[in-house]
């Protein structure tokens, strides 16, 4: 006859030493890249001065800013509409496909920003973004 003895309780969990492993691995890796990171920041670079047109700038869109006060601002001159259409008329000409960007505060009157949308139109703009805030209400 057969006796069967009774087994030890086993050990039921997760083995964590391959876990401990990897976070060891992680810390290391992350010490190392914010260390890197730091020496990139701290490098001295001598930029070269600008001699011609900026290639940066003819990528960037142009930004129509129609401030509180029904005023419009592009480039970081406040201007009339005059001006606004002259400054878009010869942007237009310098790059026809550049794309324009009409931002609005939230208390300037609808009217003033139609009205730099026309002028745009006027110009040859086909396409306008109008910017907004995308932050939710609170």
């Given at each position: ?113 139609a009205s ?5 139109r006027r ?16």
């Amino acid at each position: 006859m057969k006796v069967i003895q009774a087994q030890d309780e086993q050990e039921t969990g997760i083995d964590v030493a391959p876990l401990i492993d990897i976070l060891f691995t992680l810390i290391i890796f992350f010490l190392v890249t914010t260390t890197f990171e730091e020496k990139e920041k701290e490098e001295e670079v001598r930029l070269p001065k600008q001699g011609g047109s900026s290639l940066v700038n003819k990528d960037r869109p142009i930004y129509i800013n129609v401030l509180q006060d029904g005023s419009y601002s592009v480039g970081g001159d406040v201007v009339n509409l005059n001006d606004l259409e002259f400054k878009l008329k010869v942007r237009f000409e310098e790059k026809p496909d550049q794309k324009l960007v009409l931002r609005g505060d939230s208390k300037a009157f609808h009217g003033q920003i139609a009205s730099a949308l026309d002028i745009a139109r006027r110009v040859g703009f086909s396409k306008a973004s109008i910017a907004y805030d995308t932050r939710p209400l609170n």
